[in-house]
C-alpha cells in the first residue's frame, strides 16, 4: 500500500474519534473528519493519481480552490438544512468559534465522501459503489452520533427511521456523496 503512513495517521485519528462517540464525548467529528478524510484518500491513491491530498501536495491553489467549494458547499447545506428547513440542530454548539469550526472542517468530511467514493469505485461498479458509499458514510457518521447526539434531526414531516435513523437523512446522503464528487470533478478538470 501506498502512503501507508497516512493510512496509519488516519486511524490513529479516526478510531479514538469515533470511539469517542460511543462514549458520549461531543464533539468528536472535528478529529474524525481528518482521520477518515486520511484513510480514504489513502484507499483512492492506489489507483488514482488526483485525490484531494494528491492536489494539496501539487497544487496548492487548486486545493485551496477545491477546499472553498467544499467550504461553500458546506454553508449551503448547513443554512438550508438547518437554518431555512431547521433539520437539525448542534445542541452542544454555542458559540461563534464552535460554528466556524463546524464550516471550517467541513470540506474534510466532504473530501473524505468522496474519495471514499472513489476507493469503493476501484472495486465495483459506479451505482453500487454509490450506494455503498452513502451505507458506509451512514456507518461512519450516523451511528456513532445516535450515542454522541452531536447533532439532533428535527425532521417535521415523518418519523419514518431505519436503525433510528430517518428515512429523510438516509436519502440525504446522496447529496452529500454526490455533490462533493460533482464538485471536485468540475475543479479537477
Partial sequence: MKNKTTFIIGLLIAIPSIAAAFYKINNWYFTATIGIWLIFDTLSSQKNKNTTLQILKKDKIKFFNLYLLMFLLGATIEIVGRFIL????????????????????????????????????????????????????????????????????????????????????????????????????????
Fill in 86 to 189: 431547521n433539520l437539525w440542530d448542534y445542541p452542544n454548539i454555542n458559540s461563534i468559534p464552535m460554528e466556524l469550526a463546524i464550516l471550517l472542517f467541513y470540506p474534510f468530511i466532504l473530501f473524505s465522501f468522496r474519495e471514499m467514493f472513489e476507493s469503493i469505485k476501484l472495486r465495483i461498479n459506479k451505482t453500487y459503489a454509490f450506494v455503498l458509499s452513502m451505507i458506509l458514510g451512514i456507518i461512519i457518521w450516523e451511528i456513532p452520533n445516535l450515542f454522541s447526539t452531536d447533532w439532533v434531526y428535527t425532521i417535521p414531516f415523518t418519523s419514518l427511521n431505519i436503525l433510528n435513523i430517518n428515512i429523510v437523512v438516509i436519502l440525504g446522503w446522496s447529496i452529500l456523496i454526490g455533490f462533493p464528487i460533482y464538485l471536485y470533478n468540475i475543479i479537477s478538470k
